[in-house]
């Protein structure tokens, strides 16, 4: 697994997304996620070597319960397996 930074994040309003493309794939996310994508990838874009971010928004399907509940019990292994947490 690459070296990662995990974000954590207040969830906000679900009702209000907006697009945000990553590898060429469009997600719709709530605004909060967007806003701290967005300046995490300006910050990055000043530094010599990429940011990997781990969200749980995008790697875990909110609306599938059973997947949620499953990938829940891994969040403790992602948040301290990273370089570290952005909160």
């Known amino acids: ?3 990662y930074v995990a ?13 945000y493309v990553i590898d060429s794939e469009e997600f719709r996310i709530i605004e909060n996620l967007h ?3 967005r300046r995490l ?10 940011l990997v971010i781990w969200a749980d928004a995008l ?7 059973e997947e949620k509940n ?5 969040m403790e292994k992602m948040y ?3 370089r570290y947490v952005l909160v």
């Open 80 to 82: 301290s397996s990273c």
């Open 7 to 19: 974000l954590s994040y207040v969830w906000g309003d679900a009702s209000k997304t907006l697009p």
């Open 35 to 37: 806003s701290a994508l």
């Open 59 to 65: 790697y875990i399907n909110q609306f599938l319960i």
């Open 1 to 3: 697994m690459p070296e």
């Open 41 to 50: 990838k300006a910050k990055a874009q000043t530094d010599s070597a990429p």
């Open 70 to 74: 499953q990938q829940v019990r891994l």
